[in-house]
């Protein structure tokens, strides 16, 4: 028997609808602006993903990717969510459940790979960078991985406009680097056992476009007449009339002049502050994707249980006066039955007698 399909009549799955209603309209909203951020920050901030060459781990990438495909499919899970509210489909309900599952753990994945960020570049990032820089940049680039290494280094260093690891102008872990720890110094200057310039890569030098086109290593080698000085920033001439400048100190601790061609301050310095707030940003959208996912995931849950209640009830009512029925002609017959044995017992023995004698 077909089961008639009655809407949800009880003030609790009235109550529940009214609030998925009103969760699927703010989770449409909250999809958008996740899916203009995401966008954002696929399209500008595409150089804070060259990190993930350093350390292998490309959680801020993946974070953004993840980010796109749970906006994308959060706007589907809205379209689905209101025809299975409007259906009260329990097959719908099931199906709306399942799709939120997906997104929890989507939403999770992008909360994941932030705050992995963060947590790599207060790490590991600074130490595998330094590695980067004096064990495998400009060298041995027959190599992929020193290739590799070396194009992100120098995207790097052009789209933050640093030059070295951290630190500023007086630091050994900024430009200075390159001169006392890099193996790309000690290789370039070949059998010369005097220091001699260049001490840094072009990459270090600041460019006379600010519009960021240059983009590898091999497009500044190509294109000096971009560099607005390259002879003062690698050290080849000095950038001061009097005083210490970078690169051509052998102390970074006596540079008292800044040398306006170059880069001065290592890479994750200039880089960390904005580099944590993205990944932050990535973390807490992702975040407040979980917490809607969880909140849509109790109220189709719990909506689900009213519908199939209400249907159960409604059963067993109509079920119910067949029941009675039955019962009162089961009740009717067995009183014709009984009245029938009483009759025969006040049979008189003549009367008795006389219907045995007509039987036969």
Known sequence: MAVRKVPVQSAFGISLKYGLLVHHSLFLIIACVFLGFGSWLLL?????????????????ASGRVLLMLASLLSIFAFTFG???????????ILTQISVIFVLLGIFLGTTVCGFQTVVELRRTLPHRFAVAVTKYYGINLDRPRNQELTNAIDSIQIYFECCGVAGTRD?????????????????????????????????????????????????????????VDRTACVGEKSASVSGTTAPSSPNPAKVDNSNKYIHEKGCITMAYVSYKYYALLVAGLGLVGVVFCIIGLILNCLLLWCIEYEQCIRLL???????TRSLTDFHSINKETKSSVIALTKISPDQSQYAYQTRL
């Open 44 to 60: 500008w901030t595409d150089g804070y993903a060259q990190w993930g060459i350093i350390t292998q781990t490309y959680y801020y």
């Open 82 to 92: 209101c025809c299975a509210l409007n259906s009260e489909l329990p097959s719908l």
């Open 171 to 227: 630091s050994n872990g900024s430009w200075f680097m390159y001169r006392s720890k890099s193996s790309w110094y000690y290789l370039s200057r070949k059998t010369n056992s005097i220091e001699a310039p260049p001490y840094v890569p072009d990459s270090c030098c600041v460019f006379r476009s600010q519009d960021k086109s240059f983009t590898s290593y091999e497009e500044s080698r190509t294109s000096y007449d971009t560099i």
């Open 317 to 323: 009512n109509e079920q119910e006066p067949t029941y």
